[in-house]
């Protein structure tokens, strides 16, 4: 009998332990429901924020695959624009050695046309007599000052100086009038008319016709 008592006060004090407890958990602090959701949140928040760094991670490489695909083509297209470049120099330099051998050509036509002008003129002064030593050295000066005139004018065209090439255009026009006029002037036969120079008589030259 005291067997069974004892038994039933152990049961009754099991009951109000686990009613008391239930209670207890019942009647939680609000303060830490309070913090153990404010906790939930801050860790779906940095979920939230983990997630989205990924994303600008991902967006990132992306950006710069995209910036290596154009500095690649940059590069490429900077080495087509100096190739380019490359070729336009070359063409030029070609047309300038061309435009050079044309006007060479046009030297050397007109250099030989005015020999040919002076030969027949010479002739013609001539009559048949020997050359006089006063007509070789009038042929020379002439030829002498024309050429280091043409030469002069070679270089003011080169230098697209059209103030200096025009003067010396002038200055070579002077000259053949002069050199004309010497010829005009010249009697093989030293005939010693009035105004008709002898073949020793030549015309005392100037500084600088050396």
Known sequence: ?????????????????????????????????AAEKKANAAEKKADAAEKKAD???????????????????????????????????KAEEKKDALVEKIKERAEKKHAQKHRDELRAKIKEK??????AEALKQEIKRHARRVARLTRVLSVAEAEKDAEAVERVKKLIEKENARHDKWMANYDAKGSGTPGVATPGAVPPAKAGDK
Do not use: C, N, R, Y
Request: proline share 3%.
């Open 1 to 33: 009998m005291k067997s069974w008592h004892t038994k039933g006060v152990a049961l009754l004090t099991a009951a109000l332990a686990i009613t008391a407890a239930e209670s207890a958990f019942a009647q939680k602090d609000p303060k830490a429901t």
């Open 55 to 89: 994303a600008a991670e991902k967006k990132a490489d992306a950006a710069e695959k995209k910036a290596e695909k154009a500095e690649v083509k940059a590069e490429k297209a900077e080495d087509k624009a100096e190739k380019a470049e490359d070729k336009a120099e």
């Open 126 to 131: 001539l009559k048949g007599q020997p050359m």
